[in-house]
């Protein structure tokens, strides 16, 4: 019982350094698509690590009145996160290509001769 | 030591590492320099208010809070995919 509470205490203190360094690499990049790769590390390891830790902490926990109830949100809001995140980031970094938004000097361009509505 | 000082022992230490990485995302989301930038801070920044959410529904024992912890969630992606498709298209069509 207290394993589970240790282990989701463990996650929590990861997603919470991620969160950080997430956010301090979205202030510090030069670039848009370099920017991007921070978020990523901001969502899925600040958002939802801490998601599956506070799901885990809530089952161990025994203090909590209504903890099967939080754990279960918890768990099914850390699988949406899991599966919408890359979707949208992926989605705005093809529109920001698209509309030529970000100044940037590339050395081989794969997506240059891309037209289409995908 | 029982468990619940425990996780208040570490409250101390997760919560204020949470509200600097809120500050940066909203300084960055205030000087983005393209829309993209701006709309990338604030998709980032409700995903990680939902994980907050749900750190807090544990500190505060309420159930409420985790309910707005998934909606918020869901409203990040419809924020990504509207933007997306009004900057590659010019329109938000059917």
Known sequence: ?118 | MSLESQFMLLMKFVIPIYLLAFVLYAVRAFKGPTIADIILAVDCLSFDVAAFMAILAVYFRSVYLVSGAMVLALWGYLLDIYVAKHIAEGEVGA
């Open chain 1, 1 to 118: 019982m207290s394993l589970l509470f240790y282990m989701g205490a463990f996650l929590i203190v990861i997603g919470a350094l991620c969160d950080f360094f997430g956010a301090l690499g979205l202030l510090r990049f030069p670039n848009f698509y370099v920017r991007l790769h921070a978020a990523t590390v901001g969502i899925i390891g600040g958002a939802a690590v801490p998601l599956f830790g506070v799901a885990l902490l809530a089952l161990g926990a025994d203090f909590l009145p209504h903890r099967y109830a939080i754990a279960g949100a918890s768990f099914v809001t850390g699988i949406v996160v899991l599966i919408v995140s890359p979707a949208g980031s992926h989605a705005l970094a093809y529109a920001a290509h698209k509309a030529g938004l970000v100044e940037w000097e590339p050395e081989v361009d794969h997506l240059e001769g891309v037209e289409g509505d995908g």
